[in-house]
């Protein structure tokens, strides 16, 4: 199925917004797990269980697999997350940004190798770098576009004659870029201002919105900023938050419990 029509039936059918980020960083995985070779898998994995039917989407990044040699476990992961958990989507969050001959092994490596159903990219090397990646027409391609850091505004931020550099890469993505009707964006919580504003350049397009949970963001201030015209459109990730709530054994209880409020809270501003 189409990356936006399972987004969509998606928020429908678990009524919820929420992304639950996979960054497992094997410092802060429970002590029981330590000894396990495929103690990475065997953490997102309890995690998904517990909290799938709280999710619109998970989306591993996939540093914290490479950074431990664990790419096979990236793939058990995705694989395990279609075969149990059916119709959610799968955002590989890698952020590649490179030549189109490059690109376009980055693509098969997310689509293919993962079987991701959407990856994140930088745009910032323009529509030639992006183009291998619109050719898998039924995956999502979410583009940063204002990101959830500080220094996100050093660049995002300049004037390119009359408007921010963001604000182009919004206009590229809702327009001239969006051949295949696959874009997404990324903006992030911690900024509602710009949310609006991205809002307002691309109608009803997915936003990815990181940064709420342990960067802070608000959530009241993102539903007001981002949601679409019918209360949905945006897929709100928190990781830490909801991966570290337990320490213990019970930690994929303790994870569910967190997106479960983290869905409430979401719902209650929609
Ligand atoms: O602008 C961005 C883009 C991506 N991220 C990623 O989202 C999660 C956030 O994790 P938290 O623990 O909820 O802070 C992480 O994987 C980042 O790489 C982002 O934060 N901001």
């Given at each position: 199925m189409h990356f936006m029509n399972a987004l969509a039936e998606r928020w429908q059918r678990a009524d919820s917004l929420l992304c639950v980020g996979l960054d497992p960083d094997p410092a802060r995985?429970?002590?029981?797990?330590?000894?396990?070779?495929?103690a990475i898998l065997a953490f997102c994995r309890d995690i998904v269980d517990a909290t799938a039917d709280a999710v619109c989407c998970f989306k591993p990044q996939i540093a914290y697999f490479a950074a431990a040699r664990a790419e096979d476990q990236l793939e058990d992961l995705i694989r395990h997350i279609h075969e149990r958990h059916p119709g959610i989507p799968v955002i590989l969050d890698a952020k590649r940004g490179d030549i189109g001959s490059t690109a376009a092994q980055y693509a098969r490596e997310a689509?293919?190798?993962?079987?991701?159903?959407a990856v994140t990219v930088n745009?910032?090397?323009?529509r030639d770098s992006i183009e291998p990646y619109l050719e898998y027409a039924d995956r999502g391609v979410i583009l940063l576009c204002r990101t959830s850091n500080a220094g996100g505004s050093d660049l995002q931020f300049l004037d390119v004659g009359g408007e921010k550099l963001y604000e182009r890469v919004a206009r590229l993505a809702a327009d001239e870029w969006n051949a295949s009707g696959n874009l997404g964006l990324v903006v992030g919580a911690t900024f509602p201002d710009e949310i609006a504003r991205v809002r307002q350049i691309t109608g009803d397009m997915p936003l990815l919105v990181p940064g709420i949970g342990a960067q802070g963001g608000d959530i009241a201030a993102v539903l007001a900023a981002g949601?679409?015209?019918?209360?949905?459109g945006l897929i709100i990730n928190s990781s830490r938050a909801i991966l570290y709530a337990g320490d213990g054994e019970d930690f994929a209880a303790a994870a569910r419990f967190a997106a479960q409020a983290t869905r409430t809270a979401i719902n209650r501003c929609r």
């Amino acid at each position: 199925m189409h990356f936006m029509n399972a987004l969509a039936e998606r928020w429908q059918r678990a009524d919820s917004l929420l992304c639950v980020g996979l960054d497992p960083d094997p410092a802060r995985l429970p002590a029981h797990l330590h000894e396990r070779p495929d103690a990475i898998l065997a953490f997102c994995r309890d995690i998904v269980d517990a909290t799938a039917d709280a999710v619109c989407c998970f989306k591993p990044q996939i540093a914290y697999f490479a950074a431990a040699r664990a790419e096979d476990q990236l793939e058990d992961l995705i694989r395990h997350i279609h075969e149990r958990h059916p119709g959610i989507p799968v955002i590989l969050d890698a952020k590649r940004g490179d030549i189109g001959s490059t690109a376009a092994q980055y693509a098969r490596e997310a689509f293919r190798r993962y079987g991701a159903d959407a990856v994140t990219v930088n745009p910032y090397m323009g529509r030639d770098s992006i183009e291998p990646y619109l050719e898998y027409a039924d995956r999502g391609v979410i583009l940063l576009c204002r990101t959830s850091n500080a220094g996100g505004s050093d660049l995002q931020f300049l004037d390119v004659g009359g408007e921010k550099l963001y604000e182009r890469v919004a206009r590229l993505a809702a327009d001239e870029w969006n051949a295949s009707g696959n874009l997404g964006l990324v903006v992030g919580a911690t900024f509602p201002d710009e949310i609006a504003r991205v809002r307002q350049i691309t109608g009803d397009m997915p936003l990815l919105v990181p940064g709420i949970g342990a960067q802070g963001g608000d959530i009241a201030a993102v539903l007001a900023a981002g949601r679409s015209r019918d209360g949905t459109g945006l897929i709100i990730n928190s990781s830490r938050a909801i991966l570290y709530a337990g320490d213990g054994e019970d930690f994929a209880a303790a994870a569910r419990f967190a997106a479960q409020a983290t869905r409430t809270a979401i719902n209650r501003c929609r």
